[in-house]
């Protein structure tokens, strides 16, 4: 048996070797950590750099566009403008008020209710209302069955057409044969010229073509009233000539 002063001591020695032993594992531990610490954050550093890398070389992701026949004027516009025949009203107060318009935020399509009519018939008749003040009517454009186009208000004065919406609308007056309303086809072609050069003009939207029957309900124009389709083929049709005949404008020029 070991006198107790060597028995202290050498409990003493095993006391100094276990607690150096048990530092030497904390500090193993502690590099450890600090090891995989490190690595983690290196891998944070090198997964954010592959991100911001990728998203520089990956081009911008375009804001969606709308649908193409709900919006036309966020695509194309047509700056070719129809071939016009201007024969501008005298100014009077029953045809020609020369009010100013508002900015203009839709085109109204009309059809003049008087069968076999020509477009110049129906200027002659707004034409002549500066004489007889018997009613106050007039449109912007008339088109006739042969497709010819006669302007007879400017886009930027009213034209007695549409009711309350004459103050920000553009219309369009359609002859036509028979009673049903039915347009001829240079009509009906000149008519989707003209509503798109003017949806160009003022950076307007298909759905911003609208009938009179829109405004106030009347049966006007007649054909496009009574056969929905038909209304609803012509806007396409608006648009497939935009789509085939459109550019894509830094800014819509002014006419």
């Known amino acids: 048996m070991l006198p107790e002063k060597e028995f202290y001591k050498k409990q003493?020695?095993?006391?100094?070797?276990?607690?150096?032993?048990?530092?030497?594992?904390?500090?193993?531990?502690?590099?450890?950590?600090?090891?995989?610490?490190?690595?983690?954050?290196?891998?944070?550093?090198?997964?954010?750099?592959?991100v911001l890398v990728t998203k520089w070389l990956t081009?911008?992701?375009?804001?969606?566009?709308?649908?193409?026949?709900?919006?036309?004027?966020?695509?194309?516009?047509?700056?070719?403008?129809?071939?016009?025949?201007?024969?501008?009203?005298?100014?009077?107060p029953y045809s020609r008020p020369q009010t100013p318009t508002d900015p203009i935020t839709g085109i109204v399509i009309h059809y003049t209710a008087n069968p076999g009519t020509t477009a110049q018939n129906n200027r002659n008749?707004?034409?002549?209302?500066?004489?007889?003040?018997?009613?106050?009517?007039?449109?912007?454009?008339?088109?006739?069955?042969?497709?010819?186009?006669?302007?007879?208000v400017p886009t930027s004065e009213i034209a007695y057409a549409s009711n309350d919406r004459n103050h920000d609308t553009v219309s369009i007056e359609c002859c036509h044969p028979n009673e049903d309303g039915k347009f001829t086809e240079?009509?009906?072609?000149?008519?989707?010229?003209?509503?798109?050069?003017?949806?160009?003009?003022?950076?307007?939207g298909i759905k911003d073509v609208i009938r009179h029957y829109d405004v106030t309900g009347k049966d006007c124009p007649k054909y496009f009233v009574e056969d929905e389709d038909a209304w609803k083929n012509f806007k396409k049709d608006v648009v497939s000539y935009i789509e085939e005949n459109g550019v894509v404008p830094t800014a819509v020029p002014a006419q």
């Open 186 to 204: 240079a009509t009906y072609h000149s008519l989707v010229e003209l509503t798109a050069f003017l949806m160009g003009k003022f950076e307007l």
């Open 12 to 50: 003493t020695r095993v006391m100094l070797y276990e607690n150096a032993r048990t530092a030497k594992k904390r500090k193993k531990r502690k590099e450890m950590l600090l090891h995989g610490l490190s690595a983690v954050a290196a891998l944070a550093v090198v997964v954010t750099i592959i």
């Open 125 to 152: 008749y707004f034409e002549g209302l500066k004489d007889s003040g018997e009613t106050s009517v007039s449109s912007n454009f008339v088109i006739g069955m042969e497709g010819e186009i006669i302007q007879c």
């Open 59 to 92: 081009p911008a992701e375009e804001a969606p566009v709308a649908d193409s026949r709900s919006e036309v004027k966020q695509t194309k516009v047509v700056t070719r403008r129809p071939d016009l025949d201007v024969q501008l009203l005298t100014p009077n």
